[in-house]
């Protein structure tokens, strides 16, 4: 069983479009984290969220961690094909540091 | 931008043949991890190590090695490689903090005919 479930798996959508991608769990965390990897590349962060119902903005891109600290979303605000790649949510988890979700692969057509 | 190196980049050999996966940072972290990646999909922790001559397996069974025998260099060997093996290996490294980020170097593609 997956700690972190991201949903959906995979998205597929034109250029313009808004979006929005779900990482969830059943366990509080103390805070999550969101990477951006891609094709070809190692993951990359982008943002780490705190504090329950926190909002954080990178420009055309707004995390929101939940209330209860179990679940987070990313939206993308017109999205560009530069947007395409696997996201990853992650959350600290005893001794060694991180655990990953499983991803939601996105590609922005042109 | 983080300072972590993998090399090589791609690697294509035989079965049976031993490899050794290298891995530097030049942050000075005391962490360091070994992730499989097959294409597109989630990262599997294979190993990690906490600093010198510290390392543990992770959560998928490998049939490779570490060695930490310095903070900088984390190398990742397979004695015999399958077919089974061929993947993507990410290598990670972290500071110890309330929040660890994770710097990840480019990866390795392995492919084992």
């Known amino acids: 069983t997956q700690l972190l479930e991201q949903s959906p798996q995979f998205l597929s959508i034109q250029e313009g479009e808004n979006l929005t991608v779900y990482c969830n769990s059943s366990s509080v965390f103390s805070s999550l984290q969101w990477y951006r990897q891609e094709p070809g590349e190692g993951p990359v962060l982008l943002v780490t969220v705190v504090t329950g119902g926190e909002v954080k903005k990178l420009k055309r891109l707004t995390f929101q961690f939940g209330d209860a600290r179990k679940d987070s979303s990313l939206h993308i605000t017109a999205a560009q094909p530069g947007d395409t790649g696997l996201y990853l949510c992650?959350?600290?988890?005893?001794?060694?540091?991180?655990?990953f979700g499983s991803g939601t692969r996105l590609q922005v057509q042109p | 931008e983080a300072d972590i190196y993998q090399t090589p980049r791609y690697l294509v050999i035989g079965t049976g043949k031993k490899i050794t996966l290298e891995c530097s940072q030049t942050m000075g972290h005391d962490k360091m991890y070994w992730y499989q990646q097959d294409p597109g999909m989630e990262l599997h922790l294979i190993h990690y190590?906490?600093?010198?001559?510290?390392?543990e397996k992770g959560d998928l069974s490998s049939e490779s090695t570490v060695s930490r025998i310095r903070t900088e260099h984390f190398p990742l060997t397979l004695e015999s490689a399958r077919p089974s093996h061929t993947s993507q290996y990410l290598c990670?490294?972290?500071?110890?903090?309330?929040?660890?980020?994770?710097?990840f170097g480019p990866g390795t593609r392995l492919l084992v005919l």
């Open positions: 190590s906490y600093g010198v001559n510290s390392t």
């Open positions: 992650a959350g600290p988890t005893g001794r060694r540091a991180l655990t």
């Open positions: 990670a490294s972290s500071e110890s903090g309330a929040q660890e980020t994770q710097y």
